[in-house]
């Protein structure tokens, strides 16, 4: 009982606490919730190298940490310099080039330098580059009501897949292996909270949104599909790991990990199927 009164704490302070964040900004530069992403990018980089150092050999963790922050960092400087954000496609190309040649140069013995290389680049890629598609948000002219439907969309998808699971779930647990306790009600709630949030911001902004109604259901279901397997694959991170939180930096969740991984694989997917079903206008 204890753990689900700190995840109901977690969600109702946290949640009116973004948003927040994201709607009280005087600026229209986003730096709250910029700063706030970056310093979850930090926090998930550090987890995550030690999530995998228990595993691989890595390399240096000063500079896969720094790469990985410098993602939404750069972004965000990008946007607010009014430069081309497209560029920061090249910073994670240039951080994948940077830990290649390290690699090359740093290294005498080569036997270990495919873990090296894979495990990095994927830190790289997970806790930075993932994380850098929230501050590309910030370039959409209505900006505010597009990130805060992200943040409520996944949030909602994940608070209603283990609302559901805890009351309906107990018959119908274990069809994914990687998580155990999920359950098919889990699922099914978790889908019907995305997509309503989806379709009442719909009501809320046609005008951003479209009137054609499956546009917002194929958001909701793709972002709910998204955060699904953002959740899972962290879980198997976990396991393959065996370890059970990746911290406990939040009361009810664990670590930073524990509670972006949601957020991190819907991301991209939201933003890009914005710019597809609604052609946003940008800054």
């Not at 900004?25 to 992403?37: A, M, R």
């Not at 920061?88 to 690699?103: A, D, K, P, Q, R």
């Not at 994380?131 to 992200?150: N, Q, V, W, Y």
Request: aromatic residues 16%; proline residues 4%; glycine residues 6%.
């Amino acid at each position: 009982m204890n753990k689900i009164l700190q995840r109901l704490l977690t969600f109702f302070i946290g949640i009116p606490l973004v948003l927040g964040i994201i709607f009280l900004d005087p600026s229209e530069t986003h730096i709250g919730i910029n700063v706030l992403t970056i310093v979850f990018s930090l926090l998930a980089a550090l987890e995550l190298y030690s999530l995998f150092s228990k595993k691989f050999e890595l390399k240096n963790k000063i500079l896969i940490v720094s790469l990985c922050l410098l993602q939404p960092a750069l972004t965000f400087l990008l946007f607010y310099f009014k430069l081309d954000i497209n560029y920061s496609y090249w910073m994670y190309l240039i951080g994948v080039f940077l830990l290649l040649s390290v690699e090359v140069f740093s290294q005498k013995v080569f036997d270990k330098s495919l873990e090296r290389l894979a495990s990095s680049v994927f830190i790289l890629f997970y806790a930075g580059f993932l994380f850098s598609f929230i501050p590309r948000m910030t370039c959409f002219k209505e900006s505010k009501i597009l990130i805060a439907l992200f943040l409520f969309t996944v949030f909602i998808n994940d608070s209603l897949a283990w609302f559901f699971g805890v009351l309906f779930g107990k018959n119908n647990r274990g069809i994914v292996a990687a998580s155990p306790n999920k359950s098919v009600a889990g699922f099914l709630g978790g889908y019907l909270g995305a997509i309503l949030s989806c379709l009442l911001a719909q009501k809320l902004w046609p005008e951003i949104f479209s009137t054609h109604i499956f546009k917002p259901i194929i958001l909701g279901f793709l972002c709910a599909t998204a955060s699904i397997i953002g959740d899972l694959i962290e879980s198997v991170f976990k396991r393959s790991s065996e370890i059970k939180d990746s911290g406990n930096i939040i009361p009810g969740r664990g670590g930073i990990l524990d509670s972006v991984d949601s957020i991190l694989f819907t991301a991209p997917v939201y933003y890009i199927l914005v710019c597809i079903l609604f052609n946003p206008e940008f800054i």
